[in-house]
């Protein structure tokens, strides 16, 4: 195996990991991938032959230093998150550990193996939280202002690489994704809460109402595809120590979210507001420049967002099917 072939990801059974690996597998790379020993494993069953799955865990340091000791890789791809915002409010320490403690624990893990690969960590667009009217679209030199703990852990993890990269020359790359959706996307993220309601309601398994949350905020949604080979650009073309905007560059209300799935399907359906899906504080707008990006690797969006969601509808189309 040549140099500069060996990856590793951490969150690999996840959403963004799995569309990764199966990336990095097409480009010759040989992956590995970190695991805990109860992680649901459907997303990457199609390739989990190719790949090496490692057990550990961001918050066992030992485990960490085994697995970079073992690996020795050449790139490291940190995606492994608590992810969820909502989830962030109810248990915010747990947020925390996670998102903060578990990527300290991974350049620690690096440093003690005597590494020197070349890290991306996956910051996000909740960093920027209160953004002005006249601050849209958001530059990475934007101010901070997360509005929940989820943004808060992210600023945290985001500066923790900054400091890493300076105290001790490691070579990590900072991207902040905003929205990204596709099939494999967990239920309880808008766009495939949305799919699963309308492809369950479609086979009869549950009333024709669709619950909903904040339908106003506007976002700026990417293809899990497109924003996984942007995280492969940043980690061969982009300067380290820098942070980078991956995004769409358009904003759309969650409300046409809705209406694009409800036109992709013949089921009628009434919309009804449900609080325990609102949130304390929620950002109002997401709308990023990828600019700055573009000029580093080329990178653009290729994937509209319509072919999004009709593959993450019959995503779960398909998945509701195997149930019956």
Request: hydrophobic share 40%; with cysteine; net charge positive.
């Amino acid at each position: 195996m040549k140099r500069n072939n060996i990856a590793f990801i951490t969150g690999i059974t996840g959403f963004a990991g799995s569309h990764l690996a199966e990336l990095l597998l097409r480009k010759g790379y040989e992956v590995h991938g970190l695991c805990r020993w109860r992680s649901r494993t459907e997303n990457i069953e199609k390739i989990k032959e190719k790949i090496h799955l490692i057990e550990g865990d961001l918050l066992d340091v030992h485990s960490l230093q085994e697995a970079m000791m073992d690996v020795r890789p050449d790139l490291v791809f940190h995606l492994a998150a608590q992810s969820f915002v909502p989830a962030s409010w109810t248990s915010p320490a747990v947020t925390l550990e996670v998102n903060v403690v578990g990527p300290c624990n991974l350049f620690e893990a690096v440093r003690a193996a005597k590494l020197d690969p070349v890290i991306q960590i996956a910051c996000s667009s909740e960093e920027y939280g209160l953004v002005k009217p006249d601050e849209v679209p958001i530059k990475e030199s934007n101010p901070l202002r997360p509005l929940s703990p989820y943004g808060v852990s992210k600023v945290a993890m985001d500066y923790l690489g900054y400091q890493y990269f300076k105290s001790y020359g490691m070579k990590i790359i900072r991207t902040r994704g905003f929205n990204h959706s596709g099939p494999r996307r967990g239920e309880v993220f808008v766009c495939s809460s949305f799919s699963k309601q309308i492809a369950e309601i479609e086979r009869g398994g549950r009333e024709p109402i669709i619950r909903v949350g904040n339908l106003s905020a506007k976002r700026d949604f990417t293809d899990v595809r497109d924003m996984v080979n942007g995280y492969f650009l940043a980690i061969q073309k982009c300067k380290p120590g820098e942070v980078y905007n991956i995004c769409s560059g358009r904003a759309i209300k969650i409300q046409k979210v809705l209406d694009i799935l409800l036109a992709m399907s013949k089921v009628k359906v009434k919309v009804e507001q449900d609080p325990s899906r609102m949130r304390p504080s929620d950002v109002p707008i997401l709308q990023g420049s990828f600019s700055k990006f573009k000029r580093q690797t080329g990178w653009k969006p290729k994937i509209s967002l319509e072919k999004t969601l009709k593959d993450l509808l019959n995503y779960w189309r398909q998945r509701i099917l195997k149930k019956k």
